[in-house]
């Protein structure tokens, strides 16, 4: 009986020591999770919180060399502090920023380290034409007084630009000359003899209603000078600049292999722009050529179809000549883009749970940076702005805006495409850090932009045979993108064979062709993001409907898509995973 009673009483003590064991190893392991999930929110928090420069005494910004290295510093600090963070514990929410974190960081160390910011100009941008961004409607007095201190902080922004330029020239990191075709209007449209038709100049003739009579005869004489003493002397000075010395000096080479350590910078932005390291150039030239060579069976089926009498190539001249493919004035194009965006919103509930609060409008590209623009572009705002969204349509040169690839750049540019990606991004809840609200990847985003064209045809977008042929062409040009974007940067493809294997293989009109070539060459990498993007989510969409069958939700889809915001191509492959087996064990 005792023998019984001492085995009830040591089997309790042990079944105490192993539930108080239990707790003990219960609670060491949550504060070791809850200890990470502090770590990294220090880590986000001081990296919110970094302030590079002070912003009112650099309203433009700040661009010198050591700012950048400060920043690459700064950047490697905050990754040698998250990888002593062990992300196992954390949530999904928190993995994916903390993947997020070290993706971003590590691109700030790479910008400095292959000093890109020697090299601040696109063919269809640069530093200058940036400015052109802060032109906006004026709705209070501070906004008035914010935009006169950016328009007087111009000529610091030219110098700080100027230096870099320079020390690129010396270097051999510059663009190459074969891009600056027609670039003067970049800074000739903005000297002009009055200052009143200065683009700079437009938004102080509708101030707001809110501002006094003195206050308004105030803004305005302060306004007169700033433009006059100011924005059209600068553009002169960046005119005489460009004219006699950085187009003289400038390059001839057009591949990123012809730059110093051109091969390793290469790669290093083809990891970026595909957010992925498993691809190399000649990886994703062959993925190019496959791709052109399923699109273009799809194009000449099309062809047949139309019972059209003559060659691929003499069906592009057909559609690159016909006057029914093109509007016959800015205003047209632009009703008929209205037309199409408010289509494309009609059907956005029978795919999407989740839409965005922010509106968008459409309209032109203004006309001072129109002739070296491309087609179109969305143009977004953040989310306590009062200002819309916008689909920007190029109505420059008409004859080269084909309105058969027309609803392809609308669903690309406004919805489902950017506008409500960007938006909803924009309007994430409070788990998701503000860096992520910011964060864009062309992988995502350009990848979402031409899924969205794929989509398009389920939302009933293409109603002709050649609006389908312009779907086409949309896709056929982002894989060519593919081939020809490793093709000059990697495989020393001239300007020439590149603007051939477009022309040959798209229905763009050969005004785009030599734009989008030239910007191809300008943005070494940037272009493989589309087709890379897309293609992943088009397999993961694949991959969802054949493993859940009749339980596969298309607007459930999109939402995993969609609500943890802007991430890497392998972060989305694991959520998408996730989604497949949570919805099998339901």
């Not at 700064?74 to 002593?84: G, I």
């Not at 009055?194 to 707001?208: A, G, I, M, R």
């Not at 000096?249 to 595909?274: E, H, M, V, W």
Request: hydrophobic fraction near 35%; charged fraction near 25%; charge should be negative.
């Amino acid at each position: 009986m005792i023998r019984i009673l001492n085995f009830f009483i040591q089997s309790n003590y042990l079944k105490c020591f192993i539930l108080i064991s239990l707790c003990f190893f219960y609670s060491c392991d949550k504060k070791e999770v809850n200890n990470a999930s502090v770590s990294l929110q220090n880590s986000i928090d001081n990296y919110q919180d970094h302030k590079g420069y002070d912003k009112e005494q650099y309203p433009l910004g700040l661009f010198t060399k050591d700012y950048y290295e400060s920043e690459a510093e700064f950047a490697q600090t905050k990754l040698d502090e998250l990888s002593k963070i062990d992300a196992s514990g954390l949530t999904e929410t928190e993995q994916i920023s903390f993947e997020l974190l070290k993706f971003v960081l590590q691109d700030k160390i790479d910008f400095y380290g292959f000093e890109c910011y020697l090299n601040p100009i696109l063919s269809d941008a640069g530093f200058h034409t940036n400015l052109t961004y802060n032109v906006k409607s004026l709705n209070d007095y501070q906004q008035v007084k914010t935009y006169l201190n950016k328009l007087n902080a111009i000529p610091d922004f030219v110098d700080q630009h100027v230096v870099n330029l320079r020390e690129g020239l010396e270097k051999g990191i510059s663009q190459s000359r074969i891009i600056f075709n027609g670039y003067e209007s970049s800074y000739n449209d903005h000297i002009v003899e009055n200052y009143e038709d200065s683009f700079y100049y437009s938004p102080f003739k509708n101030l707001p209603e809110s501002l006094t009579e003195k206050q308004k005869d105030s803004v305005l004489t302060v306004a007169k000078e700033a433009v006059e003493n100011v924005v059209i002397p600068e553009f002169k000075r960046i005119k005489h600049f460009f004219d006699t010395e950085y187009l003289i000096k400038t390059r001839t080479s057009i591949g990123a292999l012809n730059l110093p350590n051109g091969d390793a910078f290469y790669q290093n932005r083809i990891n970026f722009y595909t957010t992925s390291t498993k691809y190399t150039a000649d990886d994703i030239h062959q993925i190019g050529l496959s791709e052109v060579a399923r699109i273009k069976a799809e194009m000449q089926k099309i062809i047949k179809d139309l019972n059209f009498d003559g060659t691929f190539a003499d069906f592009l001249r057909f559609l690159r000549t016909d006057e029914q493919f093109y509007a016959k004035t800015p205003k047209e194009l632009l009703i008929i883009a209205r037309d199409m965006a408010k289509r494309a919103d009609a059907q956005l509930p029978k795919f999407f749970k989740t839409l965005p609060r922010k509106p968008y409008g459409v309209a032109p590209v203004p006309d001072a940076i129109a002739p070296k623009y491309t087609g179109g572009r969305y143009v977004g705002t953040s989310k306590n702005s009062t200002e819309p969204g916008y689909y920007w349509v190029n109505t420059y040169d008409l004859p080269s805006r084909t309105l058969y690839t027309l609803p392809s750049l609308t669903v690309h540019e406004a919805v489902p495409g950017h506008h409500l990606q960007g938006s909803l991004n924009n309007e994430l809840g409070d788990s998701i850090p503000q860096f992520r609200k910011n964060l864009y990847l062309s992988a995502y985003g350009e990848g979402w932009g031409l899924y969205s064209e794929f989509l398009a045809d389920e939302m009933g977008m293409y109603t002709t045979p050649y609006e389908q042929f312009g779907k086409l062409t949309y896709e056929m040009w982002r894989a060519c993108r593919l081939v020809v974007d490793t093709g000059i940067h990697a495989k020393g493809w001239t300007r020439q064979q590149a603007v051939d294997y477009m022309a040959s293989n798209t229905a763009l009109s050969l005004h785009e062709v030599n734009t989008e070539t030239d910007r191809y060459i300008s943005w070494p990498g940037q272009a493989l993001s589309y087709k890379m993007g897309e293609l992943k989510i088009r397999e993961l969409r694949e991959k969802a409907e054949k493993e859940l069958g009749s339980e596969f939700n298309i607007r459930e889809f999109h939402e995993i898509i969609l609500e943890q915001g802007t991430v890497t191509l392998s972060i989305l492959e694991k959520r998408i995973n996730k989604y497949i087996e949570r919805v099998k064990n339901e």
